[in-house]
């Protein structure tokens, strides 16, 4: 102790396990909801988010502050504290539904929940 202060020094010893292979598209929610969203599924385990422009939903939401680096970076931060992990999932926004569907592996599972036009 030097001064009153003690200096801490962290050096991992092991990596930490990957994230689950987790991807999760959403249509881009009003601000509040996407807050909420992003914080809980960070904490329950996933690799990325991707956000889509809504085609039923208020396209103004996309234009909000809480859609920008800073923020999804914050709230990814938040989620990962809360599942005390120290790994952080991709984040972004994709031009289309399309678009962020052909960024999935191909061989991978994919479930589709639409509470519009669901047929199965």
Same mark, same amino acid.
Request: glycine fraction near 4%.
């Given at each position: 102790?030097?001064?009153?202060?003690?200096?801490?020094?962290?050096?991992?010893?092991?990596?930490?396990?990957?994230?689950?292979?987790?991807?999760?598209?959403?249509?881009?929610?009003?601000?509040?909801?996407?807050?909420?969203?992003?914080?809980?599924?960070?904490?329950?385990?996933?690799?990325?988010?991707?956000?889509?422009?809504?085609?039923?939903?208020?396209?103004?939401?996309?234009?909000?502050?809480?859609? *920008? =680096? %800073?923020?999804? +970076?914050?709230? !990814?931060?938040?989620?990962?504290?809360? $599942?005390?992990?120290?790994?952080?999932?991709?984040?972004?926004?994709?031009?289309?539904?399309?678009?962020?569907?052909?960024?999935? *592996? =191909? %061989?991978?599972? +994919?479930?589709? !929940?639409?509470?519009?036009?669901?047929? $199965?």
């Amino acid at each position: 102790a030097e001064n009153g202060q003690v200096r801490v020094r962290f050096r991992p010893t092991d990596m930490p396990p990957p994230l689950p292979p987790i991807t999760l598209i959403c249509g881009q929610l009003r601000p509040v909801h996407m807050q909420r969203l992003v914080r809980d599924a960070v904490t329950l385990g996933l690799s990325a988010i991707w956000f889509i422009p809504p085609q039923k939903g208020e396209a103004a939401y996309a234009k909000s502050d809480l859609y *920008s =680096p %800073d923020n999804l +970076r914050r709230l !990814l931060i938040e989620g990962a504290a809360q $599942a005390f992990d120290t790994l952080l999932p991709h984040i972004g926004i994709s031009a289309s539904l399309a678009d962020a569907i052909s960024s999935l *592996s =191909p %061989d991978c599972q +994919r479930l589709a !929940l639409d509470n519009y036009e669901h047929t $199965a």
